[in-house]
């Protein structure tokens, strides 16, 4: 049997995935998390074979997660299951050991045939996208996407620094680096560019 957690904010989602899984004869679904830090702690606990996870939700994105259980070394292998089309967003997957990546809109049964293929070792990426993926890189370090994503969420450069244990005039340089690689009028622009090119 696969070990499957689904790992997914929405809950009419989260349980369509668990309702579709559970009707094939070798994969047992031993969880499902509303956020990343509950899906975290169910990594470490159910110890699960693969991890199937939304890559935006609360707590730890699906990126941070796979990130998070590469660094912690657990033997689960990652699948992003989603909505976003976006090569930055795919690339920095496959950088933190995702196996597999795939649209929310494809069949129930391309889902299977990918949880079975990761199982085995290999990977399952959406064909479009692998072959787009490596055209455009991220130009951001994790210190400025973190800022960034903060920024776009209405914090303030004090509050930002707060949060993420830094000076505000710190959070500031950050801000100041990702407009300027961006090419952005300002930090709302910014935002608005990194999230258009899965960069946040």
């Known amino acids: 049997m696969i070990r499957v957690l689904l790992a997914e904010d929405q809950a009419m989602v989260r349980g369509a995935l668990g309702a579709l899984l559970r009707m094939e004869r070798d994969i047992d679904v031993v969880g499902a998390a509303p956020d990343g830090a509950q899906a ?7 110890k699960p074979d693969i991890l199937i996870t939304d890559i935006e939700m609360p707590g730890l994105t699906g990126i941070e997660l796979a990130q998070s259980i590469q660094a912690e070394q657990l033997a689960v292998k990652v699948i992003i299951v989603t909505t976003f089309a976006r090569q930055g ?16 809109d494809s069949p129930a049964e391309k889902l299977a045939e990918a949880l ?13 996208l692998a072959v787009e993926a490596w055209n455009e890189s ?17 914090l303030s450069a004090p509050q930002i620094a707060e949060q993420l244990g830094l000076s505000p005039g710190t959070v500031r340089n950050y801000l100041s680096e990702a407009i300027g690689k961006l090419g952005a009028n300002n930090r ?6 990194a999230r258009q090119r899965g960069w946040l």
């Open 40 to 46: 975290l702690a169910d990594c470490r606990r159910l």
């Open 89 to 104: 967003y795919l690339r920095r997957a496959l950088d933190a050991g995702v196996k597999g990546y795939l649209l929310k």
């Open 116 to 128: 079975r293929n990761v199982h085995r070792g290999g990977r399952a990426i959406d064909p479009a």
């Open 138 to 154: 991220d130009p951001l370090n994790d210190r400025e996407r973190q800022a960034l994503r903060l920024s776009g969420e209405g």
């Open 188 to 193: 709302i622009d910014a935002y608005r560019l």
